[in-house]
Nanobody, 124 residues
Framework: VQLQASGGGLVHAGTSLRLSCVIS????????IAWFRQAPGQEREFVAV????????YYSDSARGRFTISRDVPENTVYLKMNSLKPEDTGIYFC??????????????????WGQGTLVTVSS
């Protein structure tokens, strides 16, 4: 499994971006795909997650209500639509896959495959 994240950029606060994560290889229905982000000098933190088969989602407190995670099965792509961006949303955004059968949560250590990241910079 390989992941390719894209869609980052430099934007003003209050605007929107949509990140894409194209997944190569076989995606099993049990997979969980998540977005994480890492700000300079900070640890990687969870943003949003989606179960491939059920499309059930879960968000961090900071993302809930502003961000939407979704997936496109024919395109093998997971999206993160981010609205009302804030300077504190700045960071490198990574998509990741947990290939376990069961849902293991939102800790980065549970995820087996990672994309290279895409940089989001939100200016005030």
């Amino acid at each position: 499994v390989q992941l390719q994240a894209s869609g980052g950029g430099l934007v003003h606060a209050g605007t929107s971006l949509r990140l894409s994560c194209v997944i190569s290889g076989t995606i099993y229905s049990s997979y969980t795909i998540a977005w994480f982000r890492q700000a300079p000098g900070q640890e990687r933190e969870f943003v949003a997650v989606i179960r491939w088969r059920s499309t059930r989602t879960y968000y961090s407190d900071s993302a809930r209500g502003r961000f939407t995670i979704s997936r496109d099965v024919p395109e093998n792509t997971v999206y993160l639509k981010m609205n009302s961006l804030k300077p504190e949303d700045t960071g490198i955004y990574f998509c990741a896959v947990d290939s376990s059968i069961d849902y293991n949560g939102i800790s980065p250590s549970e995820y087996d495959y990672w994309g290279q990241g895409t940089l989001v910079t939100v200016s005030s």
